[in-house]
């Protein structure tokens, strides 16, 4: 929504001469050490903060900050309705923002139509204020996955603000101190993780020495002690007392505290005759201290992490917030998730009658998708489910495809690849899943990891926190050797872990339902920089369910979608390019047989009844013989001979086997068209069937297919096909153009890198290879007078024309050939431009076996009978051809095949047809021999097959 229209205005600005942060923007890029969400995150904090003056988005929204400047002349809308957006900026904007199309689709078109109908009706201001929840603030939302780094994100934020608050002291747009707000519950997971903080490299984002002197200007203090004493109007609050004892001029300050800590109001019922006494500012003191110290630390920003986490709080929080913004000490607020989405959609009213709905957390200025992350940077997993199998069999598949993939797997900074079990409670844990890894599968409990908050029967030693924390410390011999973790209730979230490179949430219950998305994707976080890392999620039917709900819900992608890019290597891929222009290489002219079928009519009416007689007539004709043996067992020699007549165990049904006639001829044939003729359709039923304990069979000496084939037949006209053949003049390019694309590199790409560099480098200079050849040995002559000048003659080494580049204008009409199919056609080529004779013919060749990007290919056919038949396309691997007065004036058709190819029959039938009919048609056309065809086989010997070639050349040119 606001975020696609914010990314447009962001990058007219970025090219702008009013845009003042260019120089930084293109440091971060060139030191090369954040991610492009990163910077595309920056840029709009930027822009926001210096183009849009740190305004709250409300503001920005009815001023026109965000319009496009839509032409309203030009708009089919009455006449009233166009003079009064153009005099009232925030109802065009509006009118815009309703207008925008979000996948196609009108975001918000009722809203539009009631703008255009009653515009004076509307209340403006009230609805876009409402749309960005009522706040005085800047306020925004950055939505990046989990694993894009947020938390470097929210440092960059820091050290940048805190780069210009140095630069322009009095600017309140930057903050001078910050509030990491973490929501309740998830500290022990989250906290540690936010300290990366403090190791982030500020030369990542400034230059020195600004970077060096900032990092020195910040302290970070973690708000997490207990309070020391209640009820007190002193700041004897641990935490408190650390906000009090910089209050008097901070600068550079880091502060990290659990919401709840300041949104929770701590008096207690007892108290409240001696609350009514104080003043407003005791009253707060009294219910938080510490929410009221940190209200009056100045210029500060509030980065609030994870704030899907918030939403349960989230009135309170604003509430908060709007106190401490209305003493004028609130910068920014800035929100961190990994998705953009409410549970339940907010709804905003218009009128008394009218309403919309927005899912999308409208604050949201960046939104960069899970599935792009995916694509680009993390893991890229495998998820598979299972249907029917219960815990210990999923756990099972999981942990050997886990041990097939990664049980040797150790990444560039020495951590081991590692699985992640999640349990639903720890006697599950305990009593179930341990068990059955350590006695079933038979892991050694060195390699597995237990944690959990323990009970009373299951405590854990506490080393195991420690344990936990030290799991991506490189593999050493002091080094863990943990592979397996078992968890329950932990690690859902926040949890940085870069070596966890599997999941596994068998059962219901192992996550909490509105977490199992965030669950799922711990393991994807990037471990080797410019890597293609993969992943391996497995699950049960119900949490698969849930993932995909959740990812529609919230990334707009499902499981397939992440499935077709997840555990696919990336491949590296070669840039081609077209010859076609430079060797002017004309189009092939060809004759082409074609051949038009007809049907004929022989009867003019198909006679189904008197069809259906005689088949009746001739059931016999489709029974087979059913014959038993009966002996003692030592008699078998001597056994008795009988006919069966009577045979089967399939239940006969005269409406179904009607049924399965009409499905049989694809519904040509309906079942109202059988049973018009229902009185013989029964006698043959019935006589193809037999009763056994009143039970009605089908009797399988038949021959049902046959039988029911003929059935349909007896609806069916008689017909015979003619043909009709003529020899058409048709053209072909060697090489469709448009349909060159880079090709994955492998070895037999022909000409290599080097080849194609000099190649195309040579191209733009001079076609004459004689003239490369004099000036390169000019050059040559150059640089070893040069380096013998200097002593270092001995050190030479000429640079000469590969063979490559001397051939360049006698093949290759596109680079380079794709030969992965067969190295032999790779071999024939390089041995046709050595041969004397292809060169005293003045001779090019052209591989034309990759298919899809030639249109030279010919339909070939077989007589049958007297008429034709279609038995494929053909396309020859290689033409050698011969220019006259720049026209292809011969044509030498190469065939190369394989072993093992060389008797196909398909194959074999192309061949007679190209090498006979083809030639036969083409040649009396053109009234000379313009075309003739070799087959070479890898069967044969290289140099037998060059010799094979040589010989036609000398023949047929």
């Known amino acids: ?369 899970l599935i792009t992350a995916i694509r680009y940077f993390l893991k890229k997993p495998q998820v598979k489910f299972a249907t029917e199998l219960n815990r210990n069999q999923i756990i099972e598949r999981g942990i050997s495809d886990f041990n097939e993939i990664y049980k040797e797997k150790v990444y560039e900074n020495r951590t081991v690849a590692k699985l992640a079990i999640y349990c639903g409670n720890i006697k599950t844990l305990e009593e179930e899943v341990y068990p059955f890894l350590v006695g079933t599968l038979k892991i050694n409990p060195d390699k597995i990891l237990k944690f959990h908050g323990g009970n009373k029967e299951y405590k854990l030693p506490k080393e195991n926190e420690l344990l936990f924390s030290s799991l991506d410390i490189p593999q050493t011999k002091a080094g863990t050797k943990i592979r397996y973790i078992l968890l329950v209730q932990i690690g859902k979230e926040g949890w940085d872990c870069r070596s966890l490179t599997g999941i596994i949430l068998s059962q219901k219950g192992d996550s909490p339902e509105n977490m199992v998305l965030q669950t799922s994707c711990r393991c994807l976080r990037q471990v080797d920089k410019n890597k293609n890392e993969t992943a391996l999620i497995w699950l049960n039917e119900f949490n698969a369910k849930i993932l995909n709900s959740q990812l529609q819900a919230e990334q707009n992608t499902n499981i397939e979608e992440i499935n077709k890019i997840g555990g696919k290597p990336e491949v590296e891929t070669v840039e081609r390019f077209s010859r076609i222009e430079h060797l002017q290489l004309p189009k092939v002219e060809f004759y082409q047989l074609k051949v038009t079928y007809q049907a004929i009519e022989e009867e003019d009416d198909p006679n189904t009844k008197k069809k259906l007689k005689l088949l009746l007539e001739n059931l016999e004709n489709y029974k087979t013989t059913a014959l038993i043996k009966t002996s003692e067992i030592d008699q078998i020699d001597h056994a008795v001979i009988s006919m069966i007549s009577q045979i089967g165990s399939n239940n006969a049904n005269f409406n179904k086997w009607l049924f399965e006639i009409s499905k049989q001829s694809f519904n040509n044939l309906s079942i109202r068209d059988l049973m018009e003729y229902q009185t013989p359709l029964k006698n043959i039923f019935l006589k193809i069937c037999y009763s056994q304990n009143g039970n009605l069979l089908f009797n399988d000496v038949y021959d049902f297919y046959s039988i029911n084939s003929k059935i349909r037949l007896a609806f069916s006209i008689k017909r015979e096909l003619q043909t009709e053949s003529e020899v058409i003049p048709k053209e072909a390019n060697l090489l469709i153009v448009d349909k060159i694309k880079p090709v994955e590199k492998n070895e037999k790409l022909y000409p290599d890198e080097n080849a194609v560099r000099q190649i195309l480098e040579y191209e733009e200079v001079s076609s004459d290879i004689e003239s490369l050849e004099t000036e390169l040995e000019k050059k040559n002559e150059q640089a070893l007078k040069s380096l013998t000048e200097q002593g270092l003659g001995n050190f030479f080494v000429p640079k000469n024309l590969l063979p490559e580049v001397k051939n360049k204008d006698k093949t290759f009409h596109y680079l380079p050939y794709n030969f992965v199919q067969s190295n032999f056609e790779k071999e024939l080529l390089i041995n046709a431009l050595r041969l004397t004779s292809f060169k005293e013919s003045k001779l090019e060749i052209y591989y034309n076996g990759e298919r899809g990007l030639t249109d030279f290919v010919i339909n070939c056919f077989a007589k049958n009978g007297k008429y034709w038949k279609n038995i494929g396309k053909y396309t020859t691997d290689f033409l050698i051809i011969k220019r006259q007065e720049k026209a292809i004036h011969q044509v030498l058709m190469i065939e190369t095949k394989g072993k093992g190819y060389e008797n196909d029959p398909v194959f074999l039938k192309k061949k007679n047809y190209v090498s006979n009919e083809f030639l036969k048609q083409n040649n009396e056309k053109f009234g000379y021999n313009k075309f003739d065809f070799l087959y070479l086989s890898d069967a044969d010997k290289i140099e037998n097959n060059i010799s094979k070639l040589n010989e036609k050349i000398s023949n047929f040119f």
């Open 1 to 369: 929504m606001l975020n696609q229209i914010i990314k447009q205005k962001k990058d007219y600005w970025l090219q702008s001469n009013d845009c003042t942060i260019k120089d930084i923007i293109k440091y971060i890029r060139k030191t090369g050490d954040l991610r492009e969400a990163q910077i595309e995150a920056i840029e709009i904090y930027l822009f926001l903060k210096i183009k849009g003056n740190n305004e709250p988005l409300w503001k920005l929204f009815a001023e026109g900050f965000f319009t496009n400047g839509t032409d309203l002349a030009k708009l089919n809308i009455n006449q009233n309705a166009r003079e009064y957006l153009q005099q009232n900026l925030a109802a065009q904007a509006l009118f815009d923002f309703s207008r925008q199309k979000i996948g196609g689709t009108t975001l918000l078109p009722e809203l539009e139509k009631l703008i255009i109908q009653q515009p004076e009706n509307i209340e403006y201001e009230r609805i876009i204020k409402n749309i960005f929840y009522n706040v005085d603030y800047a306020d925004y939302l950055m939505s990046l996955p989990m694993g894009a780094g947020k938390t470097y994100l929210m440092a960059a934020f820091i050290y940048l603000d805190l780069y210009f608050a140095l630069n322009e002291p009095e600017n309140k747009n930057f903050s001078h101190n910050f509030l990491i707000l973490i929501p309740s519950g998830l500290k022990s997971s989250i906290i540690p993780s936010l300290k990366t903080i403090e190791h982030f490299d500020p030369t990542w984002v400034l230059p020195e020495p600004a970077a060096s002197k900032i990092k020195q200007l910040r302290k970070f203090e973690v708000l997490d002690q207990p309070k020391s004493a209640r009820q007190s109007t002193t700041a004897r609050n641990p935490n408190a007392q650390k906000v009090n004892q910089c209050l008097r001029d901070p600068f550079g300050y880091i502060f990290v505290v659990n919401a709840e800590k300041v949104i929770l109001d701590r008096i207690e019922i007892t108290d409240q005759l001696e609350v009514i006494e104080k003043t407003e500012d005791q009253k707060d003191i009294f219910a938080n201290e510490l929410r009221h110290l940190i209200g009056k630390i100045p210029n500060l920003s509030i980065f609030i992490d994870e704030v899907h986490h918030a939403a349960n709080d989230e009135i309170k929080l604003r509430k908060v917030v709007t106190n401490w913004n209305a003493k004028g000490n609130v910068t920014t607020v800035l929100g961190f998730t990994g998705t953009p989405y409410l549970k339940t959609a907010d709804q905003i009213k218009v009128t008394d009658g009218s309403f919309f709905k927005f899912r999308q957390i409208t604050n949201t200025v960046y939104y960069y998708p």
